[in-house]
């Protein structure tokens, strides 16, 4: 058993456990804290191929800015704890589905990769011995970059413009509409005042403690859902 | 100053193969950069910009590279990044005249729902580089990286109209399940790459002339995943979901643009992947095809019956047109693809001018797209009904119209590869989706409009851009279905060196 | 050189020898910052506690340590637990790659130390090491953001949404000015740089832009003045570390101290020649690898003062001046001044500019 079959198996064990604990713990913010133990699990196994440039940058991109973003937006959305009934309704609809899905999907790559003989396929060009010819990672890393993936080096830069331009656009908001809370555009807080009139109207509940009361209707083939968590939201 | 010493080699920088993708890129970065600098109150000058830019991109594409890809075989530049062959540059072309119908449409309409931004046409421009970057990937990273750029601004185009929720929700929808489906086409790519060692697709041909695999099981699966992600592009069944609530929210001429666009670029990417790099796995990918063809033909065409909404039915015509395009496909022969090359011209028109019309009689926030809103209206808008009339009958494959030509095409590519099946399961769906159009042509024309006093006060205004695009996509389905030939050579020579 | 009992015995010694050293500069930078606003301010300043108040560091630290921990009723255990614990760990992790002085031989001949061995006067000499640096530093983020929110009451939770914007922001402000000395030197490892700085061809005045901006960009990373909106106390009562006590709280304020010190450490490294000095020449004396670490901790005092004096002296930004800075002046500039440091190290190495701007 060598060193890098022993941090394989650790950083590969610690990425599922964690990657499991990100889909079936309860609190959105222990997910993302379990999403970080993953992602610094995969820094660790590029660590274990002697990536290290690819390690440390994993660290930087993934745990020290994109997992940053994700708590940030939890955080200021205020998603603390879901109403459970909204789970609830959630998992009954999808539960199934996604356990059987879930069950093909595992079965089929036991089965494909149980029969093929290990180390699959071929293995790359760019062995440990080969790169640290090249001069070390970084070096080895840039050189390719630059020549053969120039393309879609650049490609890259356009997706990110074409990202950043389309996330303004949407992101900012017109003047006559500030101030009307978070996500609430007019379409939707008409939508919402119906909702809350129909249910008044049935004697459900006080159109004034509409927000408060996050009522949900049960039926799964309405949009309540959607409206009772933005109602939330357009309230903070 | 030590380790610069040994500089690294010069990259392989052949720009003259990508001067169409350079040209749409740069217009979309100047409208960009212009809009960091000064905004023009009228939105109208970068509509200009956009369209001159896609003009310039598809003539060069024509004039410069299609005389010399369509005579020999294909060149590849930037180190096999990208392949400039008949096919890809057949492609561009196409891909430039959707962008000028697309420009076309949008301009009336931002100005109409006060969504003026000039983003809207740095955006369009971008996915049309996209989809012109997929159609020339020969690199699996290539086909992500093309797809993606092509995938973002098609999710930020369908929330364009942020204010209304539909249109929300389409994007949300649109982004949430395509960023997923984009992940399983990476997984597949990843599999591709720890099968075979390369991603480059045509040196994964190579790899299966000199390999044979004991165990095909990962390369199957990385096949297979790929297919998955990019079925979910051209809204094939069973991964149509999103569409019939993205077609139904995004904003009119977004949609007679991404119906277009993705069906193009997904078709060209699945086709230079299975067709050229896997084509040693023709049998295992040619009863996913099937399937794929199958299914969307019937399911697309059997719920398209049951809507009452036309963007909605126009979704699951879309479906099943996804359909009829995987049949040339799957034939896995030049015959096929240039059979399904001619098709997705035709449907760009159609599709496009479809939508023109939906726009028009939708008026402002899209507020009349339901069956009720279209009882009568010959009555109201003669023209309009007339012209919604034969892109219907176009878009179900009436004799005399381009949407007959090339479902025949596309059947003679199947019949040459002897799938009869294949055949008379799309002509049943084709039956099918002639009776959902005529429902809707039905309907237009009885003359009981009196229940619908909102909408027999004001007409329909239909705006020079629409009209324009009218004007281009009738005489182009009429014409491509009497005198097809001079398209379907030039389908012919783009597939012919391959 | 084969791994046996000497070397991890020397890897040893150089994690406690660091350890102590960072102790002590950490000790003494809490005393002398209260010394220094005090002389400052025309106060006298702490100076009961040992002779002019030397000790007091280590009396508050003791006072800290007998206090009770308290943990609020409202709080999400897992995540008030673990924040102190994620502000310490990167903060020491980072001073990893800090070289104190040169390398040096112990037992062996000629310039690869065959048969005796070498110690690096840092902990890890790794040849990313810079990206380590700033890897650190991002996951140190989560202290504040983690802290603020699993304190589940309100003032600690807009203090962590605060920090983080503002940690992630100057992170890309902090990478973009280390980039032009990654560029000029020619190399990520910490070493490598101060190398290429011997013979007094100090950063400083060519990358004179980057430092500046380093050094901006540094006092918001790590959460000190002008930029501690973080802990505001006139907005926020104490920011993210409102709800900790005792040990606790130490542990913020360690890392918090453990952070300035470190970060000047690279200020040192990347501007100010590192561990070169003026005598002895290295390599020309036995005690040469000693001399080093003198110069190296003098050049670090001295940018650990400034520290002090910018904090006495400048009033708080307000958020959106703090996030325009960043945002509209410090990587923009930064972004031009890499290009222009590129084009002219590659005009260096290839004395070719044609070539350099695409003519073939």
């Given at each position: 058993m060598s060193g890098e079959w022993i941090l394989y198996i650790v950083f590969g064990a610690t990425a599922l456990v964690s990657a499991i604990g990100v889909v079936f713990l309860a609190n959105p913010i222990h997910s993302a804290l379990s999403l970080i133990g993953a992602l610094a699990s995969v820094a660790g196994l590029f660590l274990a191929q002697e990536a290290f440039f690819l390690s440390v940058v994993q660290i930087i991109v993934y745990t020290g800015a994109v997992v940053v973003l994700f708590l940030f937006v939890i955080m200021l959305l205020g998603i603390d704890s879901a109403d459970p009934r909204e789970e609830q309704l959630l998992r009954r609809q999808w539960f199934p589905w996604a356990f059987l899905g879930g069950v093909i999907g595992v079965g089929g790559l036991v089965l494909t990769i149980t029969g093929?003989?290990?180390?699959?396929g071929v293995s790359g060009t760019d062995t440990a011995d080969a790169v640290n010819e090249a001069g070390g990672n970084v070096q080895a890393l840039s050189e390719r970059l630059f020549t053969d993936w120039l393309l879609p080096f650049e490609l890259t830069s356009i997706l990110v413009v074409a990202a950043i331009v389309g996330g303004v656009v949407l992101a900012k908001r017109t003047k006559d509409l500030r101030g009307s809370g978070m996500g609430l555009t007019p379409d939707l807080a008409e939508r919402i005042s119906e909702e809350v009139e129909a249910d008044a109207a049935e004697g459900e509940l006080d159109p004034e403690d509409a927000f408060e009361a996050d009522d949900v209707d049960p039926d799964p083939d309405s949009d309540a859902v959607l409206v009772g968590e933005t109602s939330e939201n357009g309230e903070g | 100053m030590s380790v610069l010493a040994q500089a690294i080699p010069a990259p392989q920088t052949d720009y003259t193969t990508i001067i169409p993708e350079l040209i749409v890129l740069g217009t979309g970065l100047l409208i960009v950069l212009m809009l960091a600098i000064r905004r023009f109150s009228n939105i109208g000058w970068y509509a200009l910009i956009a369209a001159l830019g896609f003009a310039a991109a598809g003539i060069v594409a024509y004039v410069d590279l299609w005389p010399e890809v369509t005579d020999g075989a294909a060149t590849y530049a930037f180190s096999g990044m990208v392949a400039a062959d008949g096919f890809s540059t057949f492609v561009v072309i196409l891909s430039c005249v959707a962008g000028v119908l697309a420009v076309l449409l949008a301009n009336s309409y931002l100005k109409r729902e006060g969504l003026d931004k000039a983003e809207y046409f740095a955006l369009l421009l971008f996915s049309a580089a996209g989809v012109q970057f997929m159609a020339m990937a020969n690199n699996l990273v290539m086909v992500f990286l093309a797809l993606e750029i092509l995938s973002v601004c098609l999710y930020v185009l369908s929330a364009w109209n942020r204010d209304k929720f539909a249109s929300q929700e389409a994007g949300m929808k649109y982004l949430l399940l395509g960023a997923y489906t984009s992940a399983i086409m990476l997984f597949g790519i990843s599999f591709l790459y720890g099968g075979t060692g390369t991603l480059n697709i045509a040196a994964l041909a190579q790899f299966f002339a000199r390999n044979v695999l004991e165990n095909q099981g990962l390369v199957f699966l990385g096949m297979a995943l790929v297919v998955v992600g990019l079925a979910f592009k051209i809204a094939?069944?069973?991964?149509?979901?999103?569409a019939p609530d993205v077609y139904q929210g995004a904003p009119a001429p977004v949609v007679g643009y991404m119906a277009a666009a993705a069906k193009i670029a997904a078709f060209a990417a699945l086709f230079r992947i299975?067709?050229?790099?896997l084509s040693a796995m023709e049998v295992d990918w040619k009863p996913l095809l099937w399937g794929l063809a199958i299914l969307s033909m019937i399911v697309g065409s059997l719920l398209a019956l049951v809507q009452s909404d036309v963007k909605r039915m126009m979704a699951y015509s879309s479906i099943s047109h996804a359909g009829f395009i995987a049949i040339g496909v799957a034939a896995a022969s030049a015959e096929g693809m240039s059979g399904a090359l001619f098709y997705l011209v035709t449907y760009t028109f159609m599709i496009a001018g479809a939508f023109a019309v939906i726009d028009c009689i939708g008026r402002k926030d899209e507020q009349y797209t339901k069956y009720e809103d279209y009882r009568g209206l010959f009555a109201r808008e003669p023209l309009l009904a007339a012209i919604l009339t034969f892109f219907l009958f176009a878009l179900a494959g009436i004799?005399?119209?381009s949407g007959f030509v090339a479902k025949f095409v596309v059947f003679e590519g199947a019949a040459e590869g002897g799938q009869w099946a294949l055949i008379g399961i799309g002509t049943v769906a084709a039956v099918i989706a002639l009776f959902f159009y005529l429902r809707l042509i039905v309907l237009m024309y009885m003359q009981d409009s009196t229940e619908r006093p909102d909408l027999a006060e004001t007409r329909a205004r239909v705006a020079a851009g629409p009209a324009v695009v009218l004007a281009v996509t009738v005489a182009a389905t009429v014409l491509l279905g009497i005198l097809p030939q001079g398209l379907l050579d030039m389908a012919g020579q783009a597939v012919f060196a391959l | 050189m084969e791994f046996d009992g000497w070397t991890a015995l020397i890897g040893t010694g150089t994690v406690v020898a660091v350890f102590v050293v960072v102790m002590l500069m950490v000790i003494l930078a809490v005393w002398a910052e209260r010394r220094v606003a005090a002389v400052m301010q025309t106060r006298i300043g702490p100076n009961r506690a040992g002779p002019f108040g030397l000790l007091q560091t280590i009396a508050d630290g003791i006072k800290l340590l007998m206090k009770e921990s308290i943990t609020p009723r409202q709080v999400d255990r897992l995540v008030y637990e673990l924040a102190p614990l994620l502000a310490v760990l990167p903060a020491f992790l980072a001073l990893a790659i800090v070289p104190f002085g040169p390398g040096f031989c112990i037992g062996g001949q000629g310039t690869d130390c065959s048969g005796g061995y070498f110690v690096d006067m840092q902990i890890a000499n790794l040849n990313v090491g810079v990206l380590w640096f700033l890897s650190m530093s991002a996951i140190g983020v989560y202290a504040a953001l983690l802290a603020g929110w699993g304190s589940g009451s309100k003032y600690p939770l807009l203090g962590g949404v605060r920090a983080s914007a503002q940690v992630i922001s100057y992170e890309a402000a902090l990478s973009l000015s280390v980039v032009p000395v990654v560029v000029a030197a020619g190399t990520l490892d910490t070493q490598g740089i101060v190398l290429a700085q011997?013979?007094?061809?100090?950063?400083?005045?060519?990358?004179f832009i980057p430092a500046l901006f380093f050094f901006v960009a540094a006092l918001a990373e790590t959460n000190r003045p002008p930029f501690d909106l973080v802990e505001a106390e006139s907005e926020l009562v104490g920011g993210f570390h409102t709800e900790y006590s005792g040990v606790r709280f130490m542990l913020f304020f360690l890392a918090e101290y453990v952070n300035v010190v470190t970060i000047s450490a690279l200020f040192v490294t990347f501007f100010l020649g590192g561990w070169t000095g003026p005598y002895p020449v290295a390599g020309s004396v036995n005690w040469a690898p000693l001399f080093g670490a003198i110069w190296f901790l003098a050049k670090t005092v001295c940018i650990i003062g400034i520290f002090f004096w910018l904090r006495v002296t400048l009033p708080r930004l307000r958020y959106d001046q703090l996030m325009a800075l960043c945002w509209k002046r410090l990587i923009p500039i930064n972004l031009v001044y890499l290009m222009a440091v590129a084009v002219w190290v590659a005009y260096q190495a290839t004395g070719d500019l044609p070539r350099l701007v695409g003519g073939g």
């Open positions: 093929i003989d290990l180390p699959f | 094939a069944v069973p991964f149509h979901m999103w299975l067709f050229l790099g004799p005399g119209t | 011997s013979q007094y061809r100090w950063f400083l005045l060519p990358l």
